[in-house]
Each structure stands twice: as structure tokens, then as C-alpha cells.
């Protein structure tokens, strides 16, 4: 077990008043809300919460993340995903591993999805992919539906 004063990593503490929603995230119909590991790990680590803004239109596009470990824990609502060829309904308590490099869409979620994203490293980029398959359509959401 390392020296505590060897360790790589800080303790943190992030309350929900601390850290405010914002956008600016890498999609723009979502908002994110830092939960302080990127900074408690010096980057090693990203968590996040993720929720729904806006309603679907386009969803992420097909991409990959370069990143070690990703996972998705859905907290509230659903999502749907391609992961290549086979379609994902994600509802609340879900967890999904995506593995490094899988080729993925979301393309559909309901006005209360809310998740929470575990990166690593923190600073992963994103690379838009060719389709490899149609993707079905969004639904729309219902006239008195408000996101965030």
C-alpha cells in the first residue's frame, strides 16, 4: 500500500450545491455536473453527471471514445444506444461498461434521463465513425415534457 504522502490522488468531498450544472460538455443537449475526481486524481479520472436538456434530434452521432475505462450508470430515465449493430435500452439502475474503442450512438432518451459517467483518463477524446448501421428514429417528447 503506498505512503498516503506518495499518493497520486486527493481526497475530495463534492456536495450537489458545490458544482453547478452547465453546459459546454461535449454534446450540447446535455448538461454536466463535475463531481470532483478529475481534480482529486490529477486527471487520471473523470466522473460526471449527465442529463438530458433538450429534446432529441440528431443525437451523438456514431463515435468511439480513446479513453482506458468508461462506464455509464444510469441514475434516472433511459437512453438508447447502438453499440454497432445492436440496439440498448439503458433505464435507471443500469450500469454499462463501454469497452475501449466500442463504436456507439445515443440516439434516443427520455426528458428525465440522468446519468452518471466514469472516465479514464479524464482528458479522453472523442472520434466521429463511419455508420455501420441505420439508426432507429427518437421519439418525440411529449409537448409538456421540460428538460433541465
Same mark, same amino acid.
Given at each position: 500500500?503506498?505512503?498516503?504522502?506518495?499518493?497520486?490522488?486527493?481526497?475530495?468531498?463534492?456536495?450537489?450545491?458545490?458544482?453547478?450544472?452547465?453546459?459546454? @460538455? $461535449?454534446?450540447? =443537449?446535455? $448538461?454536466?455536473?463535475?463531481?470532483?475526481?478529475?481534480?482529486? &486524481?490529477?486527471?487520471?479520472?473523470?466522473? !460526471?453527471?449527465?442529463?438530458?436538456?433538450?429534446?432529441?434530434?440528431?443525437? &451523438?452521432? #456514431?463515435?468511439?471514445?480513446?479513453?482506458? =475505462?468508461?462506464?455509464?450508470?444510469?441514475?434516472? @430515465?433511459?437512453?438508447?444506444?447502438?453499440?454497432?449493430? !445492436?440496439? &440498448? $435500452?439503458?433505464?435507471?439502475g443500469?450500469c454499462?461498461? !463501454?469497452?475501449? @474503442?466500442?463504436?456507439?450512438? $445515443? =440516439?434516443?432518451?427520455?426528458?428525465?434521463?440522468?446519468?452518471?459517467?466514469?472516465? @479514464?483518463?479524464?482528458? =479522453? &477524446?472523442?472520434?466521429?465513425?463511419?455508420?455501420?448501421?441505420?439508426?432507429?428514429?427518437a421519439?418525440? #417528447?411529449?409537448?409538456?415534457?421540460?428538460?433541465?
Open positions: 500500500m503506498p505512503d498516503i504522502a506518495e499518493s497520486s490522488t486527493v481526497f475530495s468531498h463534492v456536495s450537489p450545491a458545490d458544482t453547478p450544472w452547465r453546459s459546454g @460538455g $461535449l454534446r450540447d =443537449f446535455f $448538461l454536466y455536473k463535475d463531481l470532483g475526481i478529475e481534480a482529486a &486524481t490529477h486527471g487520471r479520472v473523470i466522473a !460526471q453527471l449527465v442529463k438530458a436538456n433538450m429534446a432529441p434530434e440528431k443525437g &451523438t452521432g #456514431w463515435h468511439r471514445h480513446e479513453a482506458d =475505462f468508461h462506464i455509464v450508470l444510469m441514475l434516472e @430515465g433511459w437512453a438508447r444506444f447502438m453499440y454497432g449493430d !445492436q440496439e &440498448t $435500452l439503458v433505464s435507471a443500469d454499462v461498461h !463501454q469497452r475501449p @474503442g466500442i463504436v456507439h450512438f $445515443l =440516439f434516443d432518451y427520455s426528458p428525465d434521463m440522468e446519468y452518471l459517467e466514469v472516465v @479514464g483518463p479524464a482528458n =479522453f &477524446t472523442t472520434v466521429d465513425m463511419p455508420a455501420p448501421v441505420e439508426v432507429p428514429d421519439a418525440p #417528447w411529449p409537448a409538456e415534457a421540460k428538460a433541465a
